[in-house]
């Protein structure tokens, strides 16, 4: 009987994609076999980045690297999961104060299908206060986040925020 592939799901909105996300997707390749970078359709949520914008990022900061495929998806992430013959939903955790909602969302999928594990990685210590709040603020007023996100990213953020835009 030939090994079958692991197939892991990791949801977020990647607005945008940030060094630790980065972290988190390495780390879960040496667990799975391969990972799928999902971005999630959440209308409600407003958004700095198209949703194309963001798969394209993702894309351009993993250059085909092959176990790692990126998509966007919309509705409940344990049905995505199905779809995708996933056996595992990874959740990056920075602090204990994301533990809290993310325990609440694990629980649901869970009792949802309990098929698919929830696993949860903590984010390496470098990206411990990165956020892609913090980083798409300091981009606005002109910081140096060359060293929290791609390059692929940096470059969109400036589109975003040019510097005669940044320093009004």
């Known amino acids: 009987m030939a090994d079958k592939k692991r197939t892991a ?4 909105s990647f607005d945008p ?3 630790g996300h980065i972290d988190i997707i390495v780390r879960a390749l040496d667990i799975f076999d391969e990972v799928i970078v999902a971005v999630l359709c959440n209308p409600s949520k407003k958004a700095l980045f198209t949703m194309e914008e963001r798969v394209e990022m993702i894309k351009q900061s993993f250059n085909g690297t092959k176990p790692v495929l990126v998509d966007s998806f919309g509705g409940l992430l344990v049905d995505y999961a199905k ?3 996933a ?9 204990t104060s994301d533990f809290e ?5 694990a629980l649901m999928n869970r009792k949802l299908n309990k098929k698919v594990q929830s696993i949860f990685l903590m984010t390496g210590f470098r990206w411990i206060f990165t956020s892609s709040s913090i980083i798409k603020e300091a981009a606005q007023f002109g910081g140096d986040i060359s060293e929290m996100v791609p390059e692929a990213v940096k470059l969109k953020l400036m589109e975003k925020y040019p510097p005669k835009k940044r320093n009004e």
């Open 9 to 12: 799901i990791y949801p977020g």
């Open 101 to 105: 909602s993310e325990f609440q969302m």
């Open 87 to 95: 056996v595992a939903i990874i959740r990056g955790m920075r602090a």
């Open 83 to 85: 779809m995708k013959n």
């Open 17 to 19: 994609l940030t060094n």
